[in-house]
């Protein structure tokens, strides 16, 4: 398996660290893991076309995690995509890519509809919502096993995937906080892709921690838990304010240096 990382970063506009995205090739397949800010740029960028993604998953529906979704979705359409594309996320997936695709872009599609080269089959889309505890899917090859995890779990569904292939795993997690899921699925992983939004610190002070993982607690479970490599993502950097250094030493203070990646736009890693 080979993991790129597209988008290091999250909310806020950063020339360095663009939105939340990755892949995971495995057996001649893409899978896009979230689709922020950049994505489909990051991914041309990387290497890809936009027509190598014919299964994305979300671990949540923040708009930082999915706002380049519509772009990717309708561009590689246009590009020539002649299939629906599969759409794995959490409760809630439908009704966005309904909104979107069915409301918002709906007189859009229709104009291109028209277009001899664009195929009606591509604007389709297939959604399957996790709903349940643990969902595992297959693929030529792989297994990709899919819990709940935290964040602000009250309010939104949230995933994290574990993909298994060729006796190797990749566990991605979107933003969260420490649960027995995540800690579960994450056991063993030979990459574990795991936020690191704020140090802790800010954390406390700014009341993140029922959103985020505390960098400290990240590195020492992680070390627990046996994960061969950690690499660090979605910094919510402010300059200033959220500097990235401090977060590297808290989760290094606890996991240690080997194995310690922090992740950079465009980064990619033979798993």
């Known amino acids: 398996m080979r993991f790129t990382l597209l988008g290091s970063g999250a909310v806020r506009v950063d020339m360095d660290h663009w939105g939340p995205a990755q892949v995971v090739e495995v057996n001649g397949e893409a899978l896009l893991f979230d689709c ?24 949540h529906l923040h708009y930082d995690h999915t706002c380049d979704f519509p772009y990717l979705f309708l561009t590689s359409w246009v590009m020539g ?12 997936t439908q009704a966005f890519c309904d909104g979107l695709f069915k409301e918002a872009y709906r007189e859009d599609i229709l104009t291109r509809r028209g277009h001899s080269s664009y ?6 889309y297939d959604v ?8 595992c899917i297959e693929g030529p090859g792989y ?33 969260t906080t420490v649960c027995d899921a995540l800690l579960e699925l994450a056991t063993g992983a030979d990459l574990l892709v795991h936020e690191c939004s704020f140090p802790s610190a ?41 500097e990235l250094e401090p977060m590297v030493v808290e989760v290094r203070e606890e996991f240690g240096s080997a194995g310690l990646i922090v992740g950079e736009d465009l980064m990619s890693l033979e798993v």
Request: contains cysteine; charged residues 30%; proline residues 4%.
């Open 36 to 59: 922020g800010r950049g994505a489909s740029m990051r991914l041309t960028q990387a290497g890809f076309s936009l027509l190598d993604i014919k299964r994305a998953f979300l671990t």
């Open 81 to 92: 995509r002649d299939v629906p594309m599969e759409v794995v996320g959490p409760r809630g």
């Open 119 to 124: 195929t009606p089959q591509g604007c389709e």
């Open 128 to 135: 399957c919502e996790v709903t349940d505890d643990e969902v």
């Open 143 to 175: 297994v990709i096993r899919i819990v709940h995890v935290q964040h602000k779990s009250h309010i939104l569904d949230n995933l994290a995937f574990r993909i298994e292939a060729n006796g190797r795993s990749i566990v991605v997690v979107g933003d």
């Open 202 to 242: 800010i954390l406390e002070r700014e009341n993140w921690g029922a959103f985020h993982t505390d960098p400290r607690e990240l590195g020492r479970w992680a070390r627990e838990r046996g994960v061969k490599k950690l690499l660090l993502k979605h910094f919510c950097l402010r300059p200033g304010v959220v």
